[in-house]
């Protein structure tokens, strides 16, 4: 830990300061007299400012030493105190410093406190004390120089306060209340010792009792360091772990300079007061660049929360080390509970690790998964895997094959992943079949009369979050033999899939359905939440499509369909009602359902007397046939506008103009059917007599209860006008004939 070094290179440079003072004094006998000269080498040596408060004594047997009462030393240059001791004692042996060696008898301080801080600019408020100040740095070396050997009977350390700020990367920590007591502190010699402290951080923030015993052994040279007989608790409050309790025992040695971590009879415990409990056992483990030995490492987690319940098990077989290149086994068992839904699984494979190379890999995944079905009264899901995965941490990549079974669906998939700090995914996943109705709850039928009760309180929608689109970068490919999803069946479907910059891009989407093909693309930008549609359906049937994606059942028909919408929303009605765009239709030999014109004309007979307009709702089982259809509209805010549509067959011909409400589910759309002259076909002869007439039939409502009217006043008025200018030309013709006679 970068903040134990630094301590422990203030407590040397304490402890040289001392010995200093110590021999300076020796020669004085009456060290109290020179008070003012000793504050004023200080300052001339380090440009610091001490301050001696309490008395000094000396000791010249066995070893030169000093007792000094308060002192403090302020900041370089300045008058704010960096360090202030009630009371310190230390002695030293003078001669060995001839040679260079620092031999120092117990050092004892009482009520330390000191204040470390590193600024932005990267130096620090100790870099004089440790030789890391610039002008130490920039000092060339004296030719025959060599390091002191520093060599501590020991340190007591009473009730010191030491704080830890870093302004660069905001890090502010104090340990408060700290006990130390060390044995011997020289390189490569044993000791041992005991420590506790209250740790509070502001950031991050922390409070927590720290208490350790071990025996220690140090290399000052390589910094080397090894604990044996450890003994750590750590208690209190974490971040993300409230109630914490650590616990850990065993032997660790570390050796940066050979990046050499060694574990052993290693054991480890932590819980927390929500729940967590987690459990690791390292009887032996040696890890570095040129070996790697263990035995085998087994852990376990446990975290219990309210109505959840997530237990997980691993163990990592002794490692079979050849050179650099390593080898073992994993196997984890893990369980999921969630009232009263549950999920459990295991995974079994060998691992390879190359450390020349820095890699991992997992050569022969073997997996299942078993999950709760989302639909009632289904048995669960389960999913097996095989595959392989490889992990390159040196390039930062990872790469995975694997082939899922999931009942009679095969799903082949491939993964990479290049950098891991902003990570570019890629994919490619292929499936020969999905049915995803057995594994989805059915769609919700809204009933066209439901309506909220006065006084009800509303449902409120959910809103659609694309936050997880920001700072996806993902391209791959989805390829499905057969896919049912909601009822549409779908055919050879392909996607390209792009994401960047929260923007998700699918492009091309291809298919064939329902005798037809599908061809287009969609986005959706979490900049605003925007999403726009392309798609031309070509050679379709539009019946069995309509009845299967959206539950309408109004409209019969093969041919074309276009459509290029664009919306925005924080949910799904907002989106309807935000709709703009274009959308065509082109059908050929279809059917308009819910309504018979040619037996509504036949009453039409009946009714010619008749004023005003008859309302009738529409009949599932009645249609009116026709040739071909064809329709544009213009989408403006959820408003679908239509001024041409035309509809043929063979006896009317069907125009008309409307609004259909996406948002609101609703239509308002005048149609006019004009009779022609035709005794064939649906109308027959029986509409003869009314052949030529213009029927205005007007569609209204919702569009799962749409109902029509036939304004038979305006029939009456056409029939009239009909007949006038029958009349007027038969009168006419006479007129005209006569006139030729003479």
């Known amino acids: 830990m970068k903040l134990v070094k630094y301590v422990l290179f203030v407590l040397a440079g304490l402890a040289v300061l001392a010995g200093a003072l110590a021999?300076?004094?020796?020669?004085?006998?009456?060290?109290?007299?020179?008070?003012?000269?000793?504050?004023?080498?200080?300052?001339?040596?380090?440009?610091?400012?001490?301050?001696?408060?309490?008395?000094?004594?000396?000791?010249?047997?066995?070893?030169?030493?000093?007792a000094v009462g308060k002192l403090s030393l302020s900041e370089p240059g300045g008058v704010k105190v960096f360090a202030h001791v009630?009371?310190?004692?230390?002695?030293?042996?003078?001669?060995?410093?001839?040679?260079?060696?620092?031999?120092?008898?117990?050092?004892?301080?009482?009520?330390?406190?000191?204040?470390?801080?590193?600024?932005?600019?990267?130096?620090?408020?100790?870099?004089?004390?440790?030789?890391?100040?610039?002008?130490?740095?920039?000092?060339?070396?004296?030719?025959?120089?060599?390091?002191?050997?520093?060599?501590?009977?020991?340190?007591?350390?009473?009730?010191?306060?030491?704080?830890?700020?870093?302004?660069?990367?905001?890090?502010?920590?104090?340990?408060?209340?700290?006990?130390?007591?060390t044995t011997r502190i020289a390189s490569g010699v044993p000791g041992k010792l005991e420590f506790s402290a209250n740790v509070q951080g502001v950031k991050p923030k922390l409070n927590v009792q720290?208490?350790?015993?071990?025996?220690?052994?140090?290399?000052?040279?390589?910094?080397?360091?090894?604990?044996?007989?450890?003994?750590?608790?750590?208690?209190?409050?974490?971040?993300?772990?409230?109630?914490?309790?650590v616990t850990a025992k065993g032997d660790v040695e570390f050796d940066p300079a050979k990046t050499r971590v060694s574990l052993s009879d290693f054991d480890l415990a932590a819980s927390t007061r929500d729940g967590m409990d987690m459990k690791l056992s390292a009887p032996k483990l040696l890890v570095s660049p040129d070996e790697a030995s263990s035995r085998a490492v087994s852990g376990q987690v446990k975290l219990v929360k309210t109505g959840q319940t997530v237990e997980a098990k691993f163990t990592l077989a002794a490692l079979d080390a050849r050179g650099k290149k390593l080898s073992t086994k994993l196997d984890v068992d893990f369980a999921l509970k969630q009232g009263e839904q549950s999920m459990q699984g295991k995974l079994g494979t060998p691992v390879s690790v190359d450390l020349d190379a820095q890699s991992v890999q997992l050569t022969k995944i073997v997996s299942d998964l078993s999950l709760p079905s989302p639909v009632a009264g289904q048995k669960s899901i389960n999913l097996a895997n095989s595959g392989s995965a490889r992990l390159d941490w040196g390039k930062q990549a990872l790469a995975a094959d694997l082939v899922t079974r999931l009942d009679d669906s095969t799903i082949q998939s491939k993964f990479n992943i290049a950098g891991f700090s902003t990570p570019s995914i890629g994919f490619d996943i292929g499936i020969d079949r999905l049915n995803l109705d057995k594994y989805l709850p059915p769609r919700q039928a809204r009933s066209p009369?439901?309506?909220?009760?006065?006084?009800?309180?509303?449902?409120?929608?959910?809103?659609?979050?694309?936050?997880?689109?920001?700072?996806?970068?993902?391209?791959?490919g989805l390829r499905v033999g057969l896919l049912v999803a909601h009822g549409v069946k779908i055919e050879k479907l392909q996607i390209g899939v792009h994401a960047a910059g929260g923007k998700l891009d699918l492009n091309p989407i291809s298919a064939s359905l329902y005798q037809g093909t599908l061809l287009g693309s969609a986005s959706a930008n979490a900049n605003g939440n925007l999403f726009s549609v392309?798609?031309?359906?070509?050679?379709?049937?539009?019946?069995?499509?309509?009845?299967?994606?959206?539950?309408?059942?109004?409209?019969?028909?093969?041919?074309?369909?276009?459509?290029?919408?664009?919306?925005?929303?924080?949910?799904?009605?907002?989106?309807?009602?935000?709709?703009?765009?274009?959308a065509s239709l082109n059908l050929k030999d279809g059917a308009l359902k819910g309504i018979n014109l040619a037996e509504s004309f036949r009453k039409a007979k009946a009714a010619l007397g008749a004023k005003g307009a008859t309302e009738q709702a529409a009949n599932k089982t009645d249609k009116t046939d026709f040739s071909e259809m064809s329709a544009s509209f213009v989408i403006r805010n959820g408003v679908?506008?239509?001024?041409?549509?035309?509809?043929?067959?063979?006896?009317?011909?069907?125009?008309?103009?409307?609004?259909?409400?996406?948002?609101?589910?609703?239509?308002?759309?005048?149609?006019?059917?004009?009779?022609?002259?035709?005794?064939?076909?649906?109308?027959?002869?029986?509409?003869?007599?009314?052949?030529?007439?213009t029927v205005p039939v007007r569609l209204t409502g919702p569009f799962d209860s749409l109902k029509y009217s036939i304004d038979y006043a305006a029939m009456v008025s056409e029939s009239a006008k009909q007949q006038l200018q029958q009349k007027v030309q038969e009168q006419l013709g006479d007129k005209l004939k006569g006139l030729f006679k003479r």
């Open 23 to 66: 021999a300076f004094v020796a020669a004085s006998f009456d060290p109290n007299k020179h008070k003012p000269e000793i504050i004023k080498l200080v300052k001339e040596k380090t440009g610091r400012t001490l301050a001696l408060d309490g008395d000094i004594s000396l000791t010249f047997f066995p070893r030169i030493g000093v």
């Open 449 to 476: 009369a439901a309506t909220v009760p006065a006084g009800a309180e509303k449902h409120v929608e959910k809103p659609i979050d694309l936050s997880a689109l920001k700072g996806l970068n993902l391209n791959g």
């Open 640 to 693: 679908a506008h239509n001024e041409d549509l035309s509809a043929k067959s063979p006896f009317l011909r069907l125009s008309g103009a409307g609004d259909i409400n996406l948002g609101a589910d609703t239509m308002d759309y005048l149609a006019k059917a004009a009779i022609v002259n035709s005794a064939g076909g649906q109308g027959g002869k029986e509409l003869d007599s009314i052949k030529g007439l």
């Open 86 to 181: 009630d009371e310190a004692k230390v002695s030293l042996n003078l001669i060995p410093l001839l040679s260079r060696e620092l031999e120092v008898d117990r050092v004892h301080l009482s009520g330390l406190k000191v204040d470390l801080e590193r600024f932005k600019d990267g130096h620090s408020n100790f870099d004089d004390l440790t030789g890391g100040d610039s002008k130490a740095r920039d000092k060339p070396a004296t030719t025959g120089d060599k390091p002191f050997k520093i060599d501590v009977e020991g340190v007591s350390l009473q009730n010191a306060n030491i704080g830890w700020r870093d302004d660069a990367a905001g890090t502010q920590i104090r340990l408060s209340g700290m006990q130390l007591s």
């Open 210 to 245: 720290v208490k350790l015993a071990a025996a220690y052994r140090v290399d000052f040279v390589t910094k080397a360091m090894a604990l044996s007989g450890l003994d750590l608790k750590i208690s209190g409050d974490a971040p993300g772990a409230a109630g914490l309790n």
């Open 534 to 582: 392309k798609q031309q359906l070509a050679g379709v049937s539009i019946g069995p499509l309509m009845r299967d994606a959206a539950g309408k059942d109004f409209l019969e028909g093969r041919g074309n369909v276009q459509m290029d919408v664009q919306t925005s929303g924080a949910t799904m009605a907002a989106l309807k009602k935000a709709l703009n765009g274009a």
